[in-house]
T-cell receptor, first 113, second 114 residues
Framework: GQQVMQIPQYQHVQEGEDFTTYCNSS?????IQWYKQRPGGHPVFLIQ?????EVKKQKRLTFQFGEAKKNSSLHITATQTTDVGTYFC?????????????FGQGTILTVHP | DAGVIQSPRHEVTEMGQEVTLRCKPI?????LFWYRQTMMRGLELLIY????????DSGMPEDRFSAKMPNASFSTLKIQPSEPRDSAVYFC????????????FGPGTRLTVL
């Protein structure tokens, strides 16, 4: 079945440093979504990428979708303590699996003030 | 809108007991998903429904787990009998329809089986 691998598992940074998490799928994706889960909370949708090579920005967050639509990355510039949480990528294969997301293991980000 | 509603928020039960988790999706959403989250296995999709019909239940761990969606505004996930390894946070999520597949998660039910 489809697998989505995400690295690193943990990332500790000082406030102001940059952060990147990477996501790789075993199969070509229809689209990829990113979610953030605060400690004790539930996953919250951040963004969806659909097109090959797509790049989207949300303030300090930059999301990329690979040309082959099998990998993606999330980069945060100048982290803040409010960025703390677990970041998940989730891939959708599409076709008969429409709507079904396979989540990566997540990257747990801690930010030291 | 109140968002996805789950109950109970916390459940502590003893091994062998039946557990029923409940979910009310966002009104008008066609898709409903049940996930389980643990440290070891991460966030796993158990089953999902489209217009109240189960589409994919390949993630349901075994026959002890069952899910129903009798109408568009209510779903249940039942574990009978429960086992300690079922301890996890169970999330329900819903999404609007094809082309609008952002998933909205509920607050989750933290299940502890002693």
């Amino acid at each position: 079945g489809q697998q989505v691998m995400q690295i690193p598992q943990y990332q500790h940074v000082q406030e102001g440093e940059d952060f990147t998490t990477y996501c790789n799928s075993s199969t070509t994706l229809s689209n990829i979504q990113w979610y953030k889960q605060r400690p004790g909370g539930h996953p919250v949708f951040l963004i969806q990428l659909v097109k090959s090579g797509e790049v989207k920005k949300q303030k300090r967050l930059t999301f990329q979708f690979g040309e082959a639509k099998k990998n993606s990355s999330l980069h945060i510039t100048a982290t803040q303590t409010t960025d703390v949480g677990t970041y998940f990528c989730a891939g959708e294969a599409g076709g008969t699996s429409y709507g079904k997301l396979t989540f990566g293991q997540g990257t747990i980000l801690t930010v030291h003030p | 809108d109140a968002g996805v509603i789950q109950s109970p928020r916390h459940e502590v039960t003893e091994m062998g007991q039946e557990v029923t988790l409940r979910c009310k999706p966002i009104s008008g959403h066609d898709y409903l998903f049940w996930y389980r989250q643990t440290m070891m296995r991460g966030l796993e999709l158990l089953i999902y429904f489209n217009n109240n019909v189960p589409i994919d239940d390949s993630g349901m761990p075994e026959d002890r787990f069952s899910a129903k969606m009798p109408n568009a505004s209510f779903s249940t996930l039942k574990i009978q009998p429960s086992e300690p390894r079922d301890s996890a946070v169970y999330f329900c999520a819903s999404s609007l329809r094809q082309g609008y597949n952002e998933q909205f998660f509920g607050p989750g039910t933290r299940l502890t089986v002693l």
